[in-house]
């Protein structure tokens, strides 16, 4: 389930998380560790106020190992905090919880010093849609307490749930919109299931990761659709995988919308094994 993002929601979410941030010590980031870049909020930045994060690159498992390492670095060598987390093999939470508590501990000794001992570090979970954030909170609470649902309003009802016995959570994230300007960044955010596809025209994004795999996993092309050659051209090679796959309308030409919802269902279901769609240097 995606929202469709208008200028008045995006001013309410962002007034919205704001408020919730002023209540917690520190917030955490998620993004898609195949799209670092494209599924970072564009504001957060603006409203984090003097709070620390911790930036948690999040499906590490449907993401290239080699590249998520490389984003790490660049993350960090921008002073970034980072965290690899999948939760496919629960991998990342102890080290989440690790570094936010690191990071709250100026924090909390200055709480200590006003006389307030043993107050829980209070994180809060932020991130655009269908990132994992639900999935997260409940890694970190150990059981299936997050309120799913991606509604931007979070005003009423949120409490903290225990992570551990230093550690509080807000119950319900905060959710941004994505960056959209930018086409690339919209096919990107549709490929890997950000925004909805009927957002954008759906053989244009799959001729789109066409392209991209056959720049940066080329072999893994040849492989899933058994060519041993694969055409330079996106189309006609959009047109070769729908012609093994066997998308064919009547007279034998090659049905694009089916070929392209095969493509994208083989990238979502991780057939076309581990990928990411940008680099740092890029
Ligand atoms: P939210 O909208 O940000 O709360 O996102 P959800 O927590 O509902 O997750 C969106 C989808 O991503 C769900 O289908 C999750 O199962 C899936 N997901 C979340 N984290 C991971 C992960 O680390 N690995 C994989 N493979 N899938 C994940």
């Known amino acids: 389930m995606t929202i469709q993002w208008y200028p008045g929601h995006m001013a309410k979410a962002t007034r919205e998380v704001r408020e919730l941030i002023k209540r917690v010590d520190v917030v955490v980031e998620l993004a898609d560790a195949r799209i670092p870049q494209a599924s970072r909020n564009p504001v957060l930045n603006e409203i984090l106020s003097d709070r620390p994060n911790v930036l948690a690159l999040v499906k590490t498992d449907m993401a290239d190992e080699a590249v998520t390492k490389a984003w790490q670095q660049h993350f960090e060598q921008n002073g970034e905090t980072v965290v690899l987390m999948n939760a496919k093999h629960n991998h990342g939470t102890g080290k989440l919880v690790q570094e936010v508590k690191r990071l709250a501990q100026p924090k909390m000794q200055a709480l200590q010093k006003k006389g307030i001992q043993n107050r829980s570090v209070?994180?809060?979970?932020?991130?655009?849609?269908?990132?994992?954030?639900?999935?997260?909170?409940?890694?970190?609470?150990?059981?299936?307490?997050?309120?799913t649902g991606n509604k931007p309003a979070v005003t009423q009802g949120n409490?903290?749930?225990?992570?551990?016995?230093?550690?509080?959570?807000?119950?319900?994230?905060?959710?941004?919109?994505?960056?959209?300007?930018?086409?690339?960044?919209?096919?990107?955010?549709?490929?890997?299931?950000?925004?909805?596809?009927?957002?954008?025209?759906?053989?244009?994004?799959?001729l789109y990761l066409i392209k991209q795999l056959h720049e940066r996993y080329p072999e893994a092309l040849k492989a899933r659709y058994n060519l041993s050659e694969l055409p330079s051209e996106g189309v006609e090679l959009f047109e070769a995988i729908g012609r093994k796959r066997g998308c064919l309308i009547a007279g034998g030409d090659v049905d694009f919308e089916q070929a392209a919802e095969v493509i994208l269902r083989d990238f979502r279901s991780e057939k076309l094994g581990a990928i990411s769609l940008e680099k740092p240097e890029e």
Do not use: C
Request: hydrophobic fraction near 40%; glycine fraction near 8%; avoid cysteine.
């Open 122 to 147: 209070r994180a809060m979970i932020v991130g655009i849609p269908n990132v994992g954030k639900s999935t997260v909170i409940n890694r970190l609470v150990g059981k299936n307490q997050a309120k």
């Open 159 to 206: 409490h903290w749930l225990k992570v551990s016995n230093r550690m509080d959570v807000l119950d319900t994230p905060g959710i941004l919109w994505p960056k959209f300007e930018d086409p690339e960044v919209g096919y990107k955010l549709a490929i890997t299931g950000a925004i909805k596809d009927e957002r954008l025209d759906f053989e244009d994004v799959v």
